[in-house]
């Protein structure tokens, strides 16, 4: 599966102000800025599982950027509007998170959007930045009407991306992923709210670590790799779960732990094979050529990738399966 460009969002408080640009223009490079009106839908689950999970996915017409647009803490997916419902990547890509449940219009926002770009002497943009003012509507019963801010780097080099991502934390703006955390429009700054309990400190690693798992699912499902990433979350997930026994309930924490461990078996199988095939190959490759007989290397290639493709397809099923929705659910 193909994705789109990496795109990093951020939630905004009323009152925020945009920080100054101007000093990161190059010489003879400009300040570009522009307003558009947007009209889309968004879309979403009836328990609102993407909201939860600091995603937004939607269809927008009429613009440059015409098209389906899922967005979130490391995810960026792009696709174009064709059919009437939700592309088949899309839906295929975020199965684990709406665990299997329907995606439908939840609302119609009308959103301002004011493009800044900082272009080079050739006119090529070296960092894209939006900011939204939305107004949503929401579809159905109840209905209602909901103001949301929000600041996007569309395009960006990377020194320049990361100059400007701390700008926008430095501003008060905060990713997606922390909103339902912070549901008030005043984000803490560095200093305030310290964790004081121990609840207080593994609360937001476990949050961490599971943001990493669901992160590593929509990578995965979009083709991309994120098994040792995803691996290495679960682990830390366990760790606390063995560590701090006595902070939860004794059954759910050991009920979640066996599913993390069947989880983490099933990418443990892709990611040794994979090991185990770089380092093989390595080893018949500083072998002299004369004590090598027959084609060795493709050998192994081709024996260690039938070997991936039944783990990859395991792996696949299990993606798909009841036990893991109701992993990610728990």
Not at 45 to 74: E, N
Request: net charge neutral; hydrophobic share 45%.
């Amino acid at each position: 599966m193909a994705g789109g460009s990496v795109r990093q969002s951020f939630d905004l408080p009323d009152d925020w102000n945009l920080p100054e640009l101007t000093d990161l223009v190059p010489a003879d490079g400009a300040l570009v800025v522009e307003t558009q009106l947007l009209e889309c839908s968004d879309f979403d689950t009836a328990r609102h599982d993407l909201r939860g999970h600091g995603l937004h996915l939607r269809r927008q017409s009429g613009v440059a950027d015409a098209g389906w647009h899922l967005t979130g803490p490391s995810t960026a997916i792009d696709q174009p509007l064709a059919g009437r419902g939700v592309p088949p990547l899309l839906r295929a890509v975020l199965l684990g998170v709406r665990g299997g449940s329907a995606l439908t219009a939840v609302a119609r926002t009308r959103t301002e959007r004011v493009l800044h770009r900082i272009v080079d002497a050739d006119g090529a943009a070296l960092l894209e930045l939006a900011v939204d003012d939305s107004t949503a509507t929401a579809v159905g019963e109840p209905a209602g009407t909901s103001r949301s801010r929000q600041v996007s780097i569309r395009v960006g080099r990377k020194q320049l991306r990361r100059q400007v991502v701390h700008r926008l934390e430095a501003s008060g703006a905060w990713p997606p992923a922390l909103a339902a955390q912070h549901p008030t429009d005043e984000h803490p700054s560095a200093g305030e709210r310290r964790p004081t309990s121990l609840a207080g400190l593994l609360t937001p690693y476990l949050t961490a670590q599971y943001g990493a798992i669901v992160a590593g699912d929509l990578n995965l499902r979009a083709g991309r790799a994120a098994v040792h990433e995803t691996r290495i979350a679960t682990r830390r997930y366990r760790t606390v779960l063995h560590e701090f026994a006595p902070r939860f309930v004794a059954e759910r924490a050991l009920a979640l732990d066996q599913a993390l461990s069947w989880y983490a078996d099933l990418l443990g199988a892709a990611r040794d094979l994979e090991i185990v095939r770089a380092h093989l190959s390595a080893a018949a490759d500083a072998l002299a050529p004369e004590l090598v007989l027959g084609p060795v290397a493709a050998r192994i290639d081709e024996s260690a990738a039938a070997a991936l493709t039944q783990a990859q397809e395991q792996l696949d099923r299990a993606l798909r399966s009841r036990r893991y929705f109701a992993l990610l659910a728990e």
